[in-house]
């Protein structure tokens, strides 16, 4: 099975930006979707982005869209994240899924990603 690694994360004030990148390695690509999702304290999961390399399809939450952008390079996938919002602080965790659905279902449901980074702190506040 792969693997997935994060990095990225750290503190940054509202407006600002940070980049999550997320190795992935021991993955057959073509048959994969990548996701980022979010644990906010207190809440679940949440699905933030997703691509897969089948039709380059993509994914944004409605809280995120026009501000995140996710893009994949090799093996490397990143989450671009402007004018960050308090809101979005949480721990981003990425994660492979088959794609079982398109990815517009797929990566909503954090149940059907078996693989897991061990995840990165994202935190924005004044």
């Known amino acids: 099975q792969g693997q997935l690694v994060e990095s990225g994360g750290g503190s940054v004030q509202p407006g600002g930006s940070l980049?999550?990148?997320?190795?992935?390695?021991?993955?057959?690509?073509?048959?994969?979707?990548?996701?980022?999702?979010?644990?906010?304290?207190?809440?679940?999961?949440?699905?933030?982005?997703?691509?897969?390399?089948?039709?380059?399809?993509?994914f944004y939450a409605d809280s995120v869209k026009g501000r995140f952008t996710i893009s994949r390079i090799n093996n490397t996938v990143t989450l671009q994240m402007n004018t960050l919002k308090p809101?979005?602080?949480?721990?981003?965790?990425?994660?492979?899924?088959?794609?079982?659905?398109?990815?517009?279902?797929?990566?909503?449901?954090?149940?059907l990603f078996g693989s897991w980074g061990q995840g990165t702190q994202v935190t924005v506040s004044s």
């Open 87 to 111: 809101e979005d602080t949480a721990v981003y965790y990425c994660a492979a899924g088959a794609l079982i659905s398109p990815v517009y279902v797929l990566c909503t449901k954090p149940n």
């Open 19 to 58: 980049t999550l990148s997320c190795a992935t390695s021991g993955f057959t690509w073509d048959y994969v979707a990548i996701a980022w999702f979010r644990q906010a304290p207190g809440k679940e999961h949440e699905g933030v982005s997703c691509i897969s390399r089948s039709d380059d399809a993509t």
